[in-house]
């Protein structure tokens, strides 16, 4: 078992910067791939970004492609997902999930942390 726990969450102008942090604990961080979903209001679950057990591979979204950038520190048992130049559409509730590289989802989530993008 792998928990989660996600944090960084809140309001924030468009043009803003956010930084998303999920502690791990539990099995070994280090062998997991981590990664960020975001459901909007109405909408289904959503992929955002993704990263390997090492760091070393990403994948990101379309829609957040050179805007966020996720990293990890295993040392920490953290994943962070840095989010820049915020749009309103970036308004979701963001979940940390851990157990698969790519856009499909892992097995564990955590509970979320909102984001709210607005003037």
């Known amino acids: 078992q792998v928990q989660l726990v996600e944090s960084g969450g809140g309001l924030v102008q468009p043009g803003g910067s956010l930084r998303l942090s999920c502690a791990a604990s539990?099995?070994?961080?280090?062998?997991?791939?981590m990664g960020w979903f975001r459901q909007a209001p109405g909408k289904e679950r959503e992929f955002v970004a993704t990263?390997?057990?090492?760091?070393?591979?990403?994948y990101y979204a379309d829609s957040v492609k050179g805007r966020f950038t996720i990293s990890r520190d295993n040392a920490k048992n953290t994943v962070y997902l840095q989010m820049n130049s915020l749009k309103p559409e970036d308004t979701a509730l963001y979940y940390c999930?851990?157990?698969?590289?790519?856009?499909?989802?892992?097995?564990?989530w955590g509970q979320g942390t909102q984001v709210t993008v607005s003037s």
């Open positions: 999930n851990a157990g698969r590289l790519g856009p499909r989802p892992g097995d564990y």
């Open positions: 990263i390997s057990w090492s760091g070393s591979v990403t």
């Open positions: 539990g099995r070994t961080f280090g062998n997991y791939a």
